[in-house]
């Protein structure tokens, strides 16, 4: 089985004593690569929690999180934002572009810091922008584009760095229904095409359609995985 994503027992708790809140309470998952799944479940069920361990935005209380084979809930400071920028893509809800740079150099960014030549930086980011369908509008800052074309910026920028694997956290919660099935339509398509790995923390019941599999959360544990 190749496995790009493992968490063991994992428990992540905020507060303490009496006031504990058990955000994650022993979950276990296991990721293959090239899955196209949704972690699903009521607010509060820990959902986001679990993608923010397996992105390394986050340490658990307890137990591991591995990614290829790398516990990264061993890791902090340094070394772990350095394995978080080379392994792991983020689309946010929000979007989170740099208002000041293009889209170009938005999606360029995290290449520069990865230390990657002139020249494959920019043949990389011309052909993301085909990928996403933003031909032409690499130079228009984040406030010269519609929210879909923004959070194609933000997949865009996601992919470019050739990461292991994609996070994306409600990726569709701020976009209008027909951008957001476009937008779902595109990930599903890269997933396909290009093997790309892609999890999802969402309550949108159009990624629930197009996902392949179901990771139902409640009260912190997983409470069904379903394959479609």
Do not use: W
């Not at 509060?44 to 679990?50: A, R």
Request: aromatic content about 4%.
């Amino acid at each position: 089985m190749d496995n790009i994503i493992v968490t063991r027992e994992v428990c992540r708790y905020f507060g303490s004593k009496d006031t504990q809140v058990k955000a994650l309470d022993h979950a276990s998952i296991e990721i293959q690569r090239g899955e196209f799944t949704a972690i699903i479940g009521p607010s509060g069920s820990g959902k986001t929690t679990l993608l923010q361990l397996i992105g390394g935005l986050d340490n658990p209380s307890s137990g591991q999180v591995l990614l290829d084979g790398t516990n990264i809930a061993d890791m902090t400071g340094t070394t772990l934002s350095d394995f978080r920028r080379d392994h792991i893509g983020f689309i946010f809800q929000a979007y989170n572009l740099i208002p000041v740079l293009s889209a170009e150099e938005n999606i360029e960014y995290i290449m520069l810091l990865q230390g990657i030549p002139a020249a494959q930086r920019k043949g990389r980011v011309h052909e993301m922008l085909r990928l996403v369908d933003l031909d032409g509008l690499g130079d228009r800052r984040p406030s010269q584009l519609s929210g879909g074309q923004q959070q194609r910026v933000a997949v865009a920028r996601a992919m470019a760095s050739q990461p292991d694997i994609i996070l994306a956290d409600e990726p569709t919660a701020n976009l209008d229904s027909k951008t957001g099935v476009a937008l779902l339509d595109l990930m599903r398509t890269l997933n396909e095409e290009h093997n790309m790995t892609f999890v999802f923390s969402t309550h949108d019941e159009k990624i629930m359609e197009r996902a392949r599999r179901l990771i139902h959360l409640q009260d912190g544990r997983v409470d069904s995985d379903q394959l479609k």
